[in-house]
């Protein structure tokens, strides 16, 4: 895919600048040239990562609005999506949430050669976060089962804000066992964007999630609790 592909599979809702094109660029060349160094991704030529990473980033910002929202994206690893949305959106105050500092060296190296203003990086685990209530939008990509994504994640958000999973088809199945989390968090099921990834790569499952109500302060529970019992 090129950047006139993704541009055209967007559609009217996103439309990047030359300096935002010149950006990802500048970001596929450092995720290329850092991954020889550390295991940032599987996917490094820049058609791919056009395509299996900025497009597929961008695909939600079609239905979620991001201008001007506070954001975090938990476990964000290289940057995906939360680096594509700063660059894309440039009023969207992004908080990259990454536990490996070796990555969060990566991710602070894109943000300075970047010049990007609207990123923080901070280099905790999710569940020891003390960001309670204070974003708009929180989204996680291909970080754990969607029951342990909503506790990490729900009490991030302020009430109404917005829960984003992006997951695979299998997404059905982990949404029919995540009732008990959501009715315990406070949240309900707001919308699910269902795309085709071209070139036969799957079905991208985007669940949106509605914060309803103040979630009790005992949670997120620690890890140990957590991986051993989901809600």
């Known amino acids: 895919m090129t950047y006139s592909e993704m541009q055209l599979a967007l559609g009217d809702k996103i439309k990047l600048t030359d300096?935002?094109?010149?950006q990802l660029t500048?970001?596929?060349?450092?995720?290329?040239?850092?991954?020889?160094?550390?295991?940032?991704?599987?996917?490094?030529?820049?058609n791919e990562v056009i395509e299996k990473h900025f497009f597929d980033c961008l695909i939600p910002a079609k239905v979620l609005p991001l201008e001007g929202k506070a954001c975090a994206d938990l476990g964000t690893g290289a940057g995906?999506?939360?680096?594509v949305w700063a660059i894309a959106f440039p009023t969207c105050?992004?908080?990259?949430?990454?536990?490996?500092?070796?990555?969060?060296?990566?991710?602070a190296e894109v943000v300075k050669q970047l010049?990007?203003?609207?990123?923080?990086?901070?280099?905790?685990?999710?569940?020891?976060?003390?960001?309670?209530?204070?974003?708009d939008v929180v989204v996680a990509r291909a970080l754990a089962p969607l029951p342990i994504l909503l506790e990490l994640a729900i009490p991030l958000l302020k009430v109404h804000g917005t829960f984003l999973a992006m997951k695979s088809a299998k997404g059905r199945e982990e949404l029919a066992q995540s009732k008990n989390a959501l009715d315990v968090l406070g949240a309900k099921l707001?919308?699910?964007?269902?795309?085709n990834l071209p070139n036969e790569e799957g079905l991208r499952l985007n669940m949106m999630f509605e914060k309803t109500k103040p979630?009790?302060?005992?949670y997120p529970r620690k890890w140990a609790d957590i991986e051993k019992k989901p809600l």
């Not at 995906?80 to 680096?83: E, R």
């Not at 979630?215 to 005992?218: P, S």
């Open 19 to 22: 300096a935002q094109i010149a």
């Open 26 to 46: 500048k970001y596929a060349a450092l995720l290329k040239e850092w991954n020889e160094k550390m295991n940032l991704t599987s996917i490094v030529e820049e």
């Open 80 to 83: 995906f999506p939360g680096l």
């Open 93 to 107: 105050q992004m908080t990259l949430v990454e536990a490996t500092t070796k990555k969060c060296t990566f991710l």
């Open 115 to 135: 010049d990007l203003k609207n990123v923080r990086i901070l280099n905790h685990r999710a569940e020891e976060l003390n960001n309670k209530n204070q974003f």
């Open 190 to 195: 707001q919308d699910v964007q269902e795309e």
């Open 215 to 218: 979630t009790e302060h005992k």
